[in-house]
């Protein structure tokens, strides 16, 4: 299966108008998306590594974790990992 592609995932990202985190907000979702990766791992629910830096990309572009879902799902063919156009 291909790897996200993170740069035109980002490049949609950034075309998107939603209020962006603020730099402490961004640290607080950052602990708890490590919180909810932790116990994922413990239901042995591991993420990929390239869903790991999708996450992270997210986050560094201030995408707050509830619209994370909805952000994905509107930009992702259904059962795919290519973006849609």
Known sequence: M?????????KRIREMDFERGTPEQIALWRED????RANLVIEDMSPTADEDAMFEMMLDE???PSLMPSI??????????????
């Open 2 to 10: 291909a790897l996200i592609d993170l740069e035109a995932l980002r």
């Open 62 to 64: 201030g995408v707050p």
């Open 33 to 36: 998306v490590a919180e909810s």
């Open 72 to 85: 994905i799902q509107s930009l992702y063919k259904p059962g795919t990992r290519q973006i849609a156009a």
